[in-house]
């Protein structure tokens, strides 16, 4: 992209431009215009092999199907229904159709693809169902199966959609069913929720993303679960479900230990005496190493007690279980001896993707698979732990053998998302440098980002094998684990001093907070130790200056149009794959805080609700007040993408330029080399390197300053005399010189793509 980020190419279409200018810089062997430089990159290949299966030939049971008498333990008819409602059962059933089958052994599965998996869809748009407004009458599923809108996307550059959890989650009471307490990530089924539409919509979704070339990524949560038919029976110790948790039975001569759980309450935390007790008792290991959505009085540690439950043996017990995350999300044990766990994930996988057409799959809370006591005094091994790499590593080659691929969403430092890359998913979030390139738009510095992006490339964690992404469901996470836990105590330089890395974390944390929430953006909120909870915009906003956001107007919008832009070739122009969501391509703003029906979301302290408002992508409900499900619009700055994309100063018109020019060059397939020093503190340098054709190179270089730069691009890696050519027009832009460098002028919050042909000989 040029550095005027808003140019049109009025003379000749984009295609004829870049491949005139790519067959002046030998990027081409032919000069016929049926090629372009991703055939010369990559010759076709065959598709994976995906063996298919079918769980309900016959369509889901309903809810109220099979219902008499009390909701207990020593009801048989309770006890069976739940069995049918239950996830394991159905994981049986599935995995049956897929045991002994050819098809199983034609693809290869040992090892992570990540280049595969990039360019079986490069860029991704990230779904949140509660937050799409849909056609009156239509389903989340079936907007999202539109073929108006996979035209949409196509015409933009987006090949790949990541629906977000749509199966059934929350919890069971007993006939009934208790909503979701985490946006749908407490799973309790692997039927489709009917809030967000139907398994043949789903399949549907599967084949129109097809026919646009592209592809469907569904989600599985290895970590927990919700409070659903399983969990209910492991609670009344029926069969393997009990092995399906991380629960331990307490007998009542023990009971002592435990606090009573009020009355109408199916669970109490445990506060950190009585951790501690059951600890020494031997019941469980203890404290972990931390403790995730931390609030005093509600969260104090990450184990629960149940009440009293009669199983249909006719004893009584309690239980103590983990959760690594909310009271109603119960963590999966991935070594009980009855790998019931195991076989409750791996059936839901095998569901998603060999029965309703998945092509790849998000890995949540895959990081938490592994806890063991440590000695005394110490926490227990809780994170970065082997049996978490060994079941990635199970699931990623399970998903591999399948024809599909894996993301997970890791929070943990470089050096654990490095480990379980080796053996578990194709691809990995990329939670290191998203808080980085935020502090560089807050600060109008990159020094951070700079130094993050270094040490990912030295610990192993390639470019190419992340997720860069703008925004999605969650908070933008602070939480620098990589830098406040395992080198907590290792000596970084910063701002020209050595700093221990958990200085370092609170000091970024701090200017993140400083300049992006309270006073200077009351907006923006504060999710508990994890992040700050707010939309690109409103962080850009921040970044800007902007206090109030009902005083944005028309010349606030270009500006946060802008840098949002910038945002976007950040995370475009470099390899891996781009994802962004509804909330970007709309340009939407946090929802009030004292909002009627958002107020009551926030009680329990998850502020992240204030940023998934509703969004009208197509604008096929332009008068809607909120989603199908109920969101509260958000203030959207940019507009439908059918309105955008006939006005080219728009956001999405510009996003598909850029789009366009990654796709074209395949700069998602490149090699990250470099992170040069740069000659101005607002500049970021990234160097890719072309492995498939010799003597070719790209550069991009950002101006995260609100205003304009200008210096020197210098990089062992580029040799003198090479060739530089604008990607975004395909004019030529001078030579690198003898210093290995070359002069660049960037607008405010603008970027540059370059491509480099060393000289010959």
Not at 164 to 189: E, L, M, N, Y
Request: negative net charge; hydrophobic residues 40%; proline residues 6%.
């Amino acid at each position: 992209m040029s550095q005027e980020a808003d140019r049109t190419h009025d003379q000749s279409t984009p295609d004829e431009e870049l491949l005139e200018a790519a067959t002046e810089a030998e990027l081409l062997e032919t000069e016929s215009p049926e090629h372009n430089f991703a055939e010369v990159l990559f010759p076709a290949r065959p598709r994976a092999l995906r063996p298919r299966g079918r769980l309900r030939p016959q369509g889901a049971p309903s809810w109220a199907e099979l219902r008499s008498g009390e909701p207990l333990g020593d009801n048989p008819v309770y006890v069976e229904w739940l069995q049918g409602q239950s996830m394991l059962a159905d994981a049986t059933k599935i995995a049956r159709q897929f045991s002994a089958v050819g098809a199983m052994w034609q693809n290869p599965y040992a090892t992570p693809d990540p280049r595969l998996a990039v360019r079986t869809a490069s860029v991704w748009y990230t779904a949140y169902p509660i937050s799409m407004i849909t056609a009156p009458g239509r389903s989340f599923l079936a907007s999202i199966g539109d073929r108006d809108l996979w035209r949409t996307f196509a015409e933009i550059g987006i090949h790949a959609v990541h629906t977000g959890p749509v199966k059934q989650a929350g919890g069971i009471s007993g006939w009934h069913p208790t909503p979701s307490i985490d946006g749908h990530f407490d799973r309790i089924s692997t039927h489709i929720d009917g809030a967000f539409g139907t398994e043949e919509e789903f399949r549907e979704l599967c084949h129109v993303a097809g026919e646009h070339e592209g592809t469907v990524i569904d989600d599985i949560v290895p970590g927990h679960t919700g409070k659903g038919a399983d969990f209910r029976l492991a609670e009344m110790g029926v069969g393997d479900y009990p092995g399906i948790y991380h629960m331990v039975h307490v007998p009542q001569q023990d009971w002592h230990l435990l606090p009573d759980v009020p009355e109408g309450r199916d669970s109490v935390n445990l506060d950190e005496g009585a951790e501690a007790a059951l600890s020494e008792a031997g019941y469980i290991v203890g404290r972990l190493q931390r403790v995730i959505f931390h609030v005093p009085g509600v969260k104090d540690t990450n184990w629960s007690v149940t009440p009293p439950v009669t199983g249909p043996d006719g004893v009584t017990r309690r239980w103590v279980y983990l959760h690594y995350f909310k009271e109603g999300q119960p963590s999966i044990n991935w070594l009980d001896p009855t790998f019931a766990g195991m076989r409750m994930v791996i059936g839901d996988a095998l569901h998603s993707l060999g029965d309703l057409g998945s092509g790849g799959l998000r890995l949540d809370a895959n990081g938490f698979l592994g806890v063991e006591k440590a000695g005394e005094d110490s926490p227990a091994w809780s994170e970065g732990h082997p049996l978490s790499e060994a079941a990635n590593h199970l699931i990623g080659s399970m998903v591999r053998k399948i024809g599909g691929f894996t993301f997970q969403e890791l929070n943990l430092s470089i050096d654990d998302i490095a480990a379980t890359s080796e053996a578990g998913a194709d691809l990995s979030y990329d939670f290191v440098n998203r808080p980085a390139y935020h502090h560089a738009l807050a600060t109008g510095d990159t020094e951070f980002l700079r130094l993050t992006m270094r040490e990912a490339m030295e610990r192993g964690v390639a470019a190419r094998s992340l997720v860069h992404a703008l925004q999605n469901h969650d908070e933008m996470t602070y939480e620098l684990v990589h830098f406040a836990s395992d080198h907590r105590d290792e000596e970084f330089t910063f701002r020209g001093e050595q700093v221990a890395g958990e200085r370092l974390a609170e000091t970024i944390r701090g200017e993140l907070t400083d300049r992006l929430t309270g006073d200077a953006a009351p907006y923006n909120h504060v999710f508990t130790t994890n992040g700050i909870a707010s939309t690109t915009a409103s962080i850009v906003a921040a970044s800007l200056g902007i206090t109030e956001l009902d005083s944005i107007g028309e010349d606030d919008v270009e500006r946060i149009r802008q840098a949002h832009l910038l945002l976007a070739q950040y995370n475009a122009l470099q390899p891996g794959v781009f994802a962004l969501s509804g909330w970007d391509l709309v340009g939407a703003l946090p929802l009030a805080a004292d909002h009627p029906k958002v107020a009551p979301l926030l009680e329990g302290g998850d502020t992240r609700w204030v940023h998934r408002g509703a969004y009208d992508l197509m604008g096929v409900a332009e008068e809607a007040a909120e989603s199908g499900s109920g969101m509260p619009r958000a203030r959207s700055l940019y507009g439908s993408l059918p309105d955008q994309l006939a006005d080219e100063r728009s956001f999405a018109h510009r996003l598909r330029q850029l789009l366009h020019l990654r796709g074209y060059f395949q700069i998602a397939t490149t090699t990250q080399v470099d992170i040069p020093d740069v000659s101005h503190p607002a500049m970021l340098v990234m160097v890719q390197d072309y492995e498939e054709i010799e003597g070719q190179m790209q550069v991009t270089v950002l101006n995260f300053a609100a205003e304009p730069i200008s210096g020197t691009v210098i990089s062992e890696h580029l040799p003198p005399g090479s060739r530089l050519m604008d990607m975004g027009d395909g004019s030529r832009f001078g030579e690198v010189d003898q210093l290995h460098g070359f002069h660049v002028e960037l607008e405010a919050h603008a970027g540059l793509a370059l491509l480099v042909t060393r000289p010959k000989g």
